[in-house]
């Protein structure tokens, strides 16, 4: 997608139209990111007017700091190398804390092939939270196989079910 001497990798007519449904009722998001590595921040600060309701994001890539910063169970993240959905969930919630925001997005997971994902192929886990409570969650799978690939294909999949249940409860 062309946007005057811009390509655009993410779809920025479901970015613009979640940001319409955030300003129309006085919300916000923030994001949590893992496996995407700042893509989902990337995609909503390319939204018109991003400042009237992206509140920001981290990216946190080992259990070290998705513990301190998001209080995920280093526990559970050492059992799991930091990938499931609990772990998703948590910083969904804990971002959104972190940001002062309405809807928090958390997502963890492999963008390239390593041992605990050989058998099943490239996976993620995302969390859409709203205030503090879990709306929509899930665990996504890419075809690509290039890691940066994976990784927008990720963020525009987690930006498509954003889009899809704001757009259930606003119509």
């Given at each position: 997608m062309k946007t005057g001497n811009i390509i655009m990798i993410y779809n920025e007519e479901t970015i613009n139209a979640v940001k319409d449904m955030l300003?129309?009722?006085?919300?916000?998001?923030?994001?949590?990111?893992?496996?995407?590595?700042?893509?989902?921040?990337?995609?909503?600060?390319?939204?018109?007017?991003?400042?009237?309701?992206?509140q920001g994001g981290i990216t946190t890539y080992n259990l070290g700091q998705k513990a301190r910063h998001l209080h995920v169970d280093p526990i559970l993240c050492n059992k799991v190398n930091c990938v499931a959905q609990k772990i998703a969930d948590t910083m969904a919630i804990e971002v959104a804390n972190m940001f002062s925001s309405n809807y928090g997005v958390g997502i963890t997971g492999y963008a390239s092939m390593v041992r605990e994902c050989e058998d099943e192929g490239l996976f993620a886990y995302f969390s859409l939270a709203y205030n503090g409570k879990v709306m929509v969650s899930g665990k996504i799978t890419s075809p690509e196989k290039h890691p940066y690939q994976v990784q927008v294909d990720y963020a525009k999949k987690v930006i498509q079910e954003i889009f899809e249940h704001l757009n259930s409860y606003n119509n």
């Open positions: 300003v129309k009722n006085e919300e916000t998001i923030a994001v949590a990111e893992s496996v995407t590595a700042g893509h989902l921040q990337a995609a909503f600060s390319a939204g018109i007017d991003a400042s009237k309701y992206f």
